[in-house]
């Protein structure tokens, strides 16, 4: 069992700055964490993902350039450091943990446990 809790959410005007933080409590070790992010009317739709333990990572197109996951497994928290955001950015961002690396980080059915969401807004 996993619980994972973000926070860092925020509103802020185009081109600044957020770091979004997930911490995770229980088993996370061997699997990957993910940020996936919901629009208001849009599906859920992967953002980035890190293993936890070597640490690869993977990016949206959309966002590659200018959000960066990281972690800090002393205290088993993932970042997502997002730098000059859009408009377009603006969603509710999820965390979520998949227990092991043999599923794709892309799709959301493949992690087991979410967080409840931040909210990111960015204004024009």
């Known amino acids: 069992q996993v619980q994972l809790i973000e926070s860092g959410g925020g509103l802020v005007q185009a081109g600044a700055s957020l770091r979004l933080s997930c911490a995770a409590s229980g088993r996370t070790f061997g699997g990957r964490l993910g940020w996936f992010r919901q629009a208001s009317g849009k599906e859920r739709e992967f953002v980035a993902a890190i293993s936890w333990s070597g640490g690869n990572t993977h990016y949206a197109d959309s966002v590659k350039g200018r959000f960066t996951i990281s972690r800090d497994n002393a205290k088993n928290t993932v970042y997502l450091q997002m730098n000059s955001l859009k408009p377009e950015d603006t969603a509710v961002y999820y965390c979520?943990?998949?227990?092991?690396?043999?599923?794709?980080?892309?799709?959301?059915?493949?992690?087991?446990?979410w967080g409840q969401g931040t909210q990111v807004t960015v204004s024009s």
């Open positions: 979520a943990a998949a227990p092991n690396l043999l599923r794709s980080y892309f799709y959301a059915g493949n992690y087991d446990y």
